[in-house]
């Protein structure tokens, strides 16, 4: 399964919403669909798992959704410590993981 | 608290070997799965491989089958992998993270291996 993201960056205001695509090459269970955020020099952190459930911590700007083979990241209201890149994942048979191409929400 | 700690990473030849550990603190360890994940330079992050808690089975991407081979002290709380062979296309931070999928959760801060002469 190929997941595709889009738009490849996205230039964006604090206080704006964003909003991030990840398609699927084929369906995929919603369960198996997380979203993480990586900063530079930093390692992913986990943001939403099955979909639309935040990981411990996350705070509520964030929402995922989605099914089948589109799936969808929201940020209400971008903080400045928002911008960052951002990975769709999903786990499937074989290969057991595989990751977007990512989304980098930039400052305007 | 959780913790991953990956460590072994440096520069190495074309046909190298290299050997990078990952300690694991603040839960269960054996109660697991572990997963190793790479990111090249300014590039996408790739799953690599994934290792079941008791380490009875061990699934690599294509992309490693038969060069890299990843190992788990259970007693020591430590994750290992192996990489052998190695290719300048093997440059990247390679990530421990907790979990196989769906999720993994938390991830280590990484260490870099550079493959060049």
């Known amino acids: 399964i190929v997941l595709t993201q889009s738009p490849g960056t996205l230039s964006l205001s604090p206080g704006e919403r964003a909003t991030l695509s990840c398609r699927a090459s084929?369906?995929?269970?919603?369960?198996?669909v997380a979203w993480y955020q990586q900063k530079p020099g930093q390692a992913p952190r986990l943001l939403i798992y099955a979909a639309s459930s935040r990981a411990t911590g996350i705070p509520d700007r964030f929402s995922g959704s989605g099914s089948g083979t589109d799936f969808t990241l929201t940020i209400s209201r971008l903080e400045p410590e928002d911008f960052a890149v951002y990975y769709c994942?999903?786990?499937?048979?074989?290969?057991?993981?595989?990751f977007g191409g990512g989304t980098k929400v930039e400052i305007k | 608290q959780v913790q991953l700690v990956e460590s072994g990473g440096g520069l190495v030849k074309p046909g190298g070997s290299l050997r990078l550990s990952c300690a694991a603190s603040?839960?269960?360890?054996?109660?697991?799965?572990m997963s190793w994940i790479r990111q090249a330079p300014g590039k996408g992050l790739e799953w690599l491989s994934y290792?079941?808690?008791?380490?009875?089975?061990?699934y690599y991407a294509d992309s490693v089958k038969g060069r890299f081979t990843v190992s788990r002290d259970n007693a020591k709380n430590t994750l290992f992998l192996q990489m052998n062979s190695l290719r300048a296309e093997d440059t990247a931070v390679y990530y421990c993270?907790?979990?196989?999928?769906?999720?993994?959760?938390?991830w280590g801060q990484g260490t870099l291996v550079t493959v060049s002469s």
């Open positions: 993270a907790r979990g196989a999928g769906p999720i993994f959760d938390p």
């Open positions: 603040g839960f269960t360890f054996t109660d697991h799965y």
């Open positions: 290792i079941t808690s008791s380490g009875d089975n061990i």
């Open positions: 994942q999903q786990y499937g048979s074989s290969p057991p993981g595989t």
């Open positions: 084929q369906s995929v269970s919603s369960t198996y």
